[in-house]
């Protein structure tokens, strides 16, 4: 069992490796210092990539190398429920609400499945916290009884999450969390990298804004549903040996995330594409249509006004409404996205003449929009697509 006491550990652990690298080969990168840790607080069974959505949190998840799978545990005594939450989820800086019952036991667990990974609470407290970072995951959570409140404080809104209801949630430094006593859930936490990855390859479809669940009702009675899908995920990935575990996190997080994007809940694709088309301006809809024309060619938002028939600053306007971006910046991700396209099929040779000729002027700028869109060097990724051929 991982508890609160194993935090210090880690932490000598961490302060020990980073000394003797320094001493020997100079300061290291961040990224290879990430994998030089995790190396050595994960099992031999598991792979650096499986944990890959969660390393840019510096510290927001606590491996605990049992078998090869995310522990977690059960506690009724407060200050043990503190102290195990604080060690599986730093990021968040817990404490109880005042007049918490001490009655049945708080059940925590998590289960990795590839680059995604999966987190159970029964009977939790009624608990608070507040964000002490931005994170760059999405979590979907699925509530089945109780209540779970997110106060998103850049937006200043709050999102009330209730029994038999599924919402995507983003965390960002200061949002705060608020847990009702006795409350139950399941949640999915995936990178937005990854996210973004497995849409476009999965949909075929540019991620051009954030991928946003509002509150939708599940059932989860359904056998072919998304909460069965990952209740089934936790099962079976829990009694697996470990040498097929994972191949099953694989194939698992596949299937959810196809579920998700295409008919389970089946109320969930027709929400999103609601929010993509329906009452969307037409002026903006054809300059949508006149870049995907012309992703090759040099483009200035007076060329997208002149075609959507209106001045620059009414499209800046229509864009920043609907897509949350401006019209350039729209651009930039069906380029992106045209490009990770020809690298993953393998019909791009050199970066360099892929960049230009999807006109970013500097590769190395492009390779770095790359890999901040898709978690992976462009090189890495069309090296990759060579090596399967």
Same mark, same amino acid.
């Given at each position: 069992m991982c508890r609160s006491l194993l935090a210090p550990l880690f932490v000598g652990l961490g302060a020990a490796i980073a000394s003797v690298a320094v001493v020997l080969w100079g300061w290291p990168d961040v990224s290879s210092l990430l994998s030089v840790l995790l190396r050595n607080l994960v099992s031999p069974g598991m792979s650096v990539d499986d944990f890959r959505g969660s390393l840019a949190i510096l510290g927001g998840v606590v491996l605990c190398p049992e078998n090869g799978s995310m522990t977690g545990f059960q506690a009724t005594a407060n200050d043990a429920i503190l102290g195990d939450l604080q060690a599986l989820e730093p990021n968040w800086r817990w404490s109880l609400v005042s007049g918490a019952d001490e009655v049945r036991p708080f059940i925590y667990s998590g289960q990795p499945l590839q680059s995604a990974w999966l987190t159970r609470v029964r009977h939790s407290a009624g608990l608070q916290a507040v964000a002490r970072r931005d994170t760059p995951l999405v979590s979907f959570f699925f509530v089945l009884t109780g209540n779970i409140q997110i106060s998103d404080r850049r937006a200043r809104t709050l999102l009330s999450i209730l029994p038999?209801?599924?919402?995507?949630?983003?965390?960002?430094? $200061?949002?705060?969390?608020?847990?009702?006593?006795?409350?139950?859930?399941?949640?999915?936490?995936?990178?937005?990298?990854?996210? @973004?990855?497995? /849409?476009?390859?999965?949909? !075929?479809?540019?991620?051009?804004?954030? /991928? =946003?669940?509002?509150?939708?009702?599940?059932?989860?009675?359904?056998?072919? !549903?998304?909460?069965? #899908?990952?209740?089934?995920?936790?099962?079976?990935?829990?009694?697996? %040996?470990?040498?097929?575990?994972?191949?099953? *996190?694989?194939?698992?997080?596949?299937?959810?995330? =196809?579920?998700?994007?295409?008919?389970?809940?089946?109320?969930?694709?027709?929400?999103?594409?609601?929010?993509?088309? !329906?009452? =969307?301006? &037409?002026?903006?809809?054809?300059?949508?249509? /006149?870049?995907?024309?012309?992703?090759? &060619?040099?483009?200035?938002?007076?060329?997208?006004?002149?075609?959507?028939?209106?001045?620059?600053?009414?499209?800046? +306007?229509?864009?920043?409404?609907? @897509? $949350? +971006? #401006?019209?350039? *910046?729209?651009?930039?991700?069906?380029?992106?996205?045209?490009?990770?396209?020809?690298?993953?099929? !393998? @019909?791009?040779?050199?970066?360099?003449?892929?960049?230009?000729?999807?006109? /970013?002027?500097?590769?190395? +700028?492009?390779?770095?929009?790359?890999? &901040?869109?898709?978690?992976?060097?462009?090189?890495?990724?069309?090296?990759? &697509?060579? %090596?399967?051929?």
């Open positions: 038999n209801h599924l919402a995507s949630v983003r965390t960002a430094a $200061g949002d705060r969390i608020s847990i009702q006593d006795q409350s139950s859930w399941l949640a999915l936490h995936i990178s937005e990298q990854d996210l @973004r990855r497995s /849409f476009e390859d999965l949909t !075929g479809t540019p991620y051009m804004q954030e /991928f =946003v669940l509002p509150l939708t009702h599940y059932s989860n009675d359904s056998p072919q !549903g998304l909460y069965q #899908t990952l209740r089934q995920a936790q099962r079976d990935l829990a009694s697996s %040996s470990e040498e097929v575990r994972s191949m099953l *996190g694989k194939a698992y997080q596949q299937l959810a995330l =196809v579920k998700l994007f295409s008919n389970a809940p089946r109320n969930l694709v027709a929400t999103y594409r609601q929010s993509n088309s !329906g009452d =969307v301006p &037409a002026r903006l809809l054809k300059a949508e249509a /006149f870049m995907r024309a012309n992703l090759t &060619a040099p483009l200035t938002i007076e060329d997208l006004a002149v075609f959507a028939g209106c001045s620059p600053r009414e499209l800046q +306007r229509l864009f920043l409404t609907n @897509r $949350g +971006r #401006t019209p350039m *910046g729209v651009l930039c991700n069906y380029r992106l996205a045209a490009a990770h396209g020809a690298i993953k099929e !393998g @019909r791009v040779q050199s970066i360099t003449d892929l960049a230009l000729s999807l006109q /970013f002027s500097n590769p190395g +700028r492009f390779s770095a929009l790359y890999k &901040a869109a898709y978690g992976l060097k462009p090189s890495l990724v069309l090296r990759f &697509a060579h %090596s399967e051929e």
